[in-house]
């Protein structure tokens, strides 16, 4: 067992007696590799790992977990490290488990549309997969070209689509588990709906802290036979935000309906040459799917909505290329905004529909009080809220402003009837604010329930949890910085 208190083992001492697990090659070591691996999207907080490991089966995670247990060192699951809550950060250093080379299709199974995947495929490829038979894996995150199945497991993830096909936890039928202790468990089954408790359920979300996801049964879900969708323009944020309420209202439930601001439209212009309706203050991408009547019907429903809350103008994708330039504001949003500012944090939280124009106003009060660039790009009809604010991180002080910035409006969120976080997760970002939203009771039942599968705090450590030993000290967030 390693003494935590005592100096950190050498470099040697992890590549020899890990690449006699796995392969030399398989392990990384040295300050490159600490800082590739040392934060994920949010890049408030980052903690270098002592070592990198990349494991190829269930079996070499199994054998890798045993070996961090049996020397007390921590160890954290890690897909593509695209995730904006530093749940992929190794906030106690310890071990990267990677699951960058687990990415085989193990069994596709058509009549029962499902499919067996390792843990570190791209969402996309599954998709990818099945689209010849019409199908394909719902769950749809922005990031979804290099996200992995396990960090979408763990973040219960969700994307523009989620208000009509739901979240990740409804397209996992079950899962290979490499527990803290290194013990394989099989969860789940072939179909939804199985008896007993639905541990499945609970491991989707727990953000990696229950253990290591190395395989997964997903559900297939049919490919919608006809799409509609709409891009509108509007002079004012409360149009678009009263045209969603409406929309919702009226019983239309459409595949997407999304939100981008001012701020956003200006990086994409810069970013792609697009122009957009003079004057245009938000846009609304609205996007209606299914039986090819039902879902026209839809749209030219909600058509005549944007219409009536005085749209600039409703531009309709006659094409699948029209659709794609539709969709550029939502889908490459962030990334534009990457080209404006040396660093984004995206926030990620949840309120009441009704409550997006008073949000929205408090968005941009908190911006221009902190003095931070400020764009927001969300998931409107979910009211899921992604303000996406831009800073220098090599400046503490714009640290400072950016987190303060951002727990005001998770406050909010939660004065408000929402919730912490939509689908972007905890992880160490928030763990701290988990007492808004949860009673000393609620969070001892989550701690007791996270004791089933994880009695130490080896696996995965600071995240999620409140008030976790030996984790401020770790944080770089808090280094430097007058608080
Ligand atoms: C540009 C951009 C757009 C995004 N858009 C969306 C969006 O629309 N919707 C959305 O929900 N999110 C979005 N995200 C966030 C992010 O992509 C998702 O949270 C995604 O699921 C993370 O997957 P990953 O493979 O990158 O996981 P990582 O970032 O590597 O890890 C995320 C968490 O999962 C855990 N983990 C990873 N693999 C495993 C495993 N095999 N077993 C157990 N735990 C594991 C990690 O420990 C960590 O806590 C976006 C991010 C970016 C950068």
Same mark, same amino acid.
């Given at each position: 067992?390693?003494?935590?208190?005592?100096?950190?083992?050498?470099?040697?001492?992890? *590549?020899?007696?890990?690449?006699?697990?796995?392969?030399?090659?398989?392990?990384?070591?040295?300050?490159?590799?600490?800082?590739?691996?040392?934060?994920?999207?949010?890049? $408030? &907080?980052?903690?270098?790992?002592?070592?990198?490991?990349?494991?190829?089966?269930?079996?070499?995670?199994?054998?890798?977990?045993?070996?961090?247990?049996?020397?007390?060192? #921590?160890?954290?699951?890690?897909?593509?490290?695209?995730?904006?809550?530093?749940?992929?950060?190794?906030?106690?250093?310890?071990?990267?488990? %990677?699951?960058?080379?687990?990415? +085989?299709?193990?069994?596709?199974?058509?009549?029962?549309?499902?499919?067996?995947?390792? *843990?570190?495929?791209?969402?996309?490829?599954?998709?990818?997969? $099945?689209?010849?038979?019409?199908?394909?894996?719902?769950?749809?995150? %922005?990031?979804?070209? $290099?996200?992995?199945?396990?960090?979408?497991?763990?973040?219960?993830?969700?994307?523009?689509?989620?208000?009509?096909?739901?979240?990740?936890?409804?397209?996992?039928? =079950?899962?290979?588990?490499?527990?803290?202790?290194?013990? /394989?468990?099989?969860?789940?089954?072939?179909?939804?709906?199985?008896?007993?408790?639905?541990?499945?359920?609970?491991?989707?979300?727990?953000?990696?802290?229950?253990?290591?996801?190395?395989?997964?049964?997903?559900?297939?879900?049919?490919?919608?036979?006809?799409?509609?969708?709409?891009?509108?323009?509007?002079?004012?944020?409360?149009?678009?935000?009263?045209?969603?309420?409406?929309?919702?209202?009226?019983?239309?439930?459409?595949?997407?309906?999304?939100?981008?601001?001012?701020?956003?439209?200006?990086?994409?212009?810069?970013?792609?040459?697009? %122009?957009?309706?003079? =004057? @245009?203050?938000?846009?609304?991408?609205?996007?209606?799917?299914?039986?090819?009547?039902?879902?026209?019907?839809?749209?030219?429903?909600?058509?005549?909505?944007?219409? @009536?809350?005085?749209?600039?103008?409703?531009?309709?994708?006659?094409?699948?290329?029209?659709?794609?330039?539709?969709?550029?504001?939502?889908?490459?949003?962030?990334?534009?905004?990457?080209?404006?500012?040396? %660093?984004?944090?995206?926030?990620?939280?949840?309120? #009441?529909?009704?409550?997006?124009?008073?949000?929205?106003?408090?968005?941009?009060? $908190?911006?221009? +009080?902190?003095?931070?660039?400020?764009?927001?790009?969300?998931?409107?009809?979910?009211?899921?809220?992604?303000?996406?604010?831009?800073?220098?991180?090599?400046?503490?002080?714009?640290?400072? +402003?950016?987190?303060?910035?951002?727990?005001?409006?998770?406050?909010?969120? /939660?004065?408000?009837?929402?919730?912490?976080?939509?689908?972007?997760?905890?992880? /160490?970002?928030?763990?701290?604010?988990?007492?808004?939203?949860?009673?000393?009771?609620?969070?001892?039942?989550?701690? &007791?329930?996270?004791?089933?599968?994880?009695?130490?705090?080896?696996?995965?450590?600071?995240?999620?949890?409140?008030?976790?030993? =030996?984790?401020?000290?770790?944080? @770089?967030?808090?280094?430097?910085?007058?608080?």
């Amino acid at each position: 067992m390693l003494n935590m208190e005592a100096p950190r083992p050498t470099e040697g001492f992890f *590549a020899r007696e890990l690449g006699a697990l796995l392969a030399p090659d398989r392990i990384r070591v040295g300050a490159a590799a600490a800082r590739a691996y040392e934060c994920d999207a949010y890049t $408030v &907080d980052r903690a270098e790992p002592w070592a990198i490991a990349l494991p190829e089966s269930t079996e070499e995670v199994a054998v890798l977990v045993r070996w961090c247990v049996r020397h007390g060192v #921590p160890f954290t699951p890690r897909g593509a490290g695209t995730g904006l809550s530093g749940g992929a950060m190794a906030a106690r250093g310890g071990i990267i488990v %990677s699951t960058k080379r687990m990415t +085989q299709i193990l069994e596709v199974d058509l009549p029962n549309r499902r499919i067996l995947a390792q *843990a570190g495929i791209a969402n996309k490829r599954l998709s990818d997969a $099945v689209a010849a038979a019409g199908l394909h894996f719902a769950p749809d995150p %922005s990031s979804q070209t $290099v996200s992995t199945l396990g960090g979408n497991i763990a973040e219960n993830s969700g994307g523009p689509h989620t208000l009509k096909y739901g979240v990740t936890a409804q397209h996992i039928l =079950g899962l290979t588990l490499v527990d803290p202790t290194g013990e /394989v468990v099989h969860l789940g089954g072939d179909a939804t709906g199985g008896p007993g408790l639905d541990f499945v359920g609970l491991v989707v979300g727990a953000e990696g802290t229950l253990g290591i996801v190395t395989e997964a049964w997903v559900k297939l879900t049919p490919l919608p036979e006809a799409v509609h969708t709409l891009l509108a323009s509007f002079a004012e944020i409360d149009q678009a935000t009263a045209s969603v309420a409406e929309i919702v209202g009226s019983g239309i439930l459409p595949a997407a309906l999304e939100m981008m601001d001012e701020g956003i439209m200006r990086a994409v212009s810069q970013a792609f040459r697009l %122009s957009y309706p003079e =004057g @245009a203050r938000a846009l609304l991408l609205i996007e209606c799917d299914g039986a090819p009547e039902a879902s026209a019907k839809e749209a030219a429903e909600a058509e005549r909505i944007c219409r @009536a809350h005085r749209a600039l103008a409703v531009e309709i994708a006659e094409d699948e290329a029209a659709r794609q330039r539709l969709w550029i504001a939502r889908k490459k949003g962030i990334g534009a905004m990457g080209r404006l500012a040396p %660093s984004i944090v995206t926030h990620d939280g949840v309120i #009441p529909r009704s409550k997006l124009p008073e949000m929205l106003r408090f968005v941009y009060e $908190v911006a221009e +009080q902190h003095r931070l660039l400020v764009a927001n790009i969300f998931h409107a009809g979910d009211g899921n809220l992604h303000p996406c604010f831009g800073f220098d991180d090599r400046d503490p002080e714009q640290i400072r +402003q950016v987190v303060e910035a951002g727990e005001k409006i998770l406050r909010k969120c /939660v004065e408000l009837g929402g919730s912490l976080s939509g689908e972007h997760g905890v992880g /160490v970002e928030k763990s701290e604010l988990m007492s808004l939203m949860f009673s000393p009771d609620d969070l001892c039942l989550q701690a &007791d329930a996270k004791r089933i599968f994880n009695e130490g705090d080896l696996c995965n450590p600071c995240k999620v949890f409140p008030s976790q030993k =030996g984790c401020i000290e770790h944080r @770089a967030r808090w280094r430097g910085v007058a608080w």
